[in-house]
């Protein structure tokens, strides 16, 4: 119930409100009981000074009379001393307390409109190709076309099925590491013929760019396959979404003394710096689902990053020249 309470952002500012208002009031009641607690304390050395006089009056021994004096001051010091520790600590409580819970709200709500822009996201992804795979089939059913334009309306039907399939098997994955349920399935593998595989269905499937590559032969890995071609076309079809049409995406395969680093180049509008971390994070796409161009489900980066951490590499994102961003992936080589 709070889940979904916070998760509506028109919720968000009223929340926000009687939370602040309910810690006030909590820090008010503190400073009130202390205020009231330090008047009582000086209540009562006020009524044991006026009893101590009265036993002077009645020839108490002066001697006797100031170390009575000086024990009511010392008591009277004590309590203060005791009303401020305690408060001090109750407040200091309090406000850690409340730092504490309003980051766990806030990354609530976060993840709460997260998930509304994934679900919104997820919507789109899963009707645009559908209606597009509908329209071709209607349009072969009804009209007579040459074998060019049904060799293309196939093309594009072929484009969109593995579309989905590419958003389903994100979805399942990301459902699978949560679970911990997928293993890894670590063998031996020729990095370059595997790259050269996704370039050569990379050209077929987005027509719209112009897809180079710069890979040398037998630069060998231990990993997961089916995995690492899975991060690998999430970088292509990222950098296909966020670049022009028929600008250029470059992949290149470096290999160096240890590690063979594979570098996705794209001439988009690039990533901000204070962007690169987030972007990786399950469900975040900079911008909003009602104002961004490019459609997607805040999948394929983060899904990206797990599996290259899972083969113990790392990702990260450079500055392309003159435009775009490079998307680098490290993964440790083995021996040809």
Known sequence: ???????????TKMITFFYFALVIYAIAALVWWGLLLYQQNNQVM??????????????????????????????????????IGEGGTFLVIILLGAVFVFNAMRRQIRFGRQQQNFMTAVTHELRSPIAIIQLNLETLQKHVLDEEQRKKLYENNLSEINRLNQLCNNMLLASQFDNRQYHLVMEKI?????????VKESIVRMHQHIIKSDIPDE???????????????????????????????????LPLAHIAKIRIADEG?????????????????IGNENTRKAKGTGLGLFLTKK??????????????????????????????
């Open 1 to 11: 119930m709070l889940k979904s309470v916070l998760s509506r952002p028109d919720n």
């Open 46 to 83: 006020q009524l044991q000074q006026q009893t101590l006089e009265l036993k002077q009056k009645n020839e108490m021994p002066f001697s006797t009379y100031l170390q009575e004096e000086s024990r009511i001051s010392k008591e009277k010091k004590l309590r203060n001393l005791q009303y």
């Open 269 to 285: 509008e690039g990533i901000p710096v204070d962007e690169r971390e987030r972007i990786f994070s399950r469900f975040y796409r």
């Open 307 to 336: 599996i290259i951490e899972q083969h113990k590499g790392s990702i990260s994102v450079l500055d392309n020249t003159p435009k775009g961003s490079i998307f680098e992936i490290t993964l440790p080589c083995v021996p040809a």
């Open 190 to 198: 020729d990095l370059s013929e595997l790259l050269k595989e996704i």
């Open 219 to 253: 630069v060998m890995v231990t990993g997961d396959k089916f995995m690492l071609q899975i991060a690998v076309n999430n970088l292509l079809v990222n950098a296909a979404k966020y670049a022009p049409k028929q600008s250029t995406i470059h992949i290149r395969l």
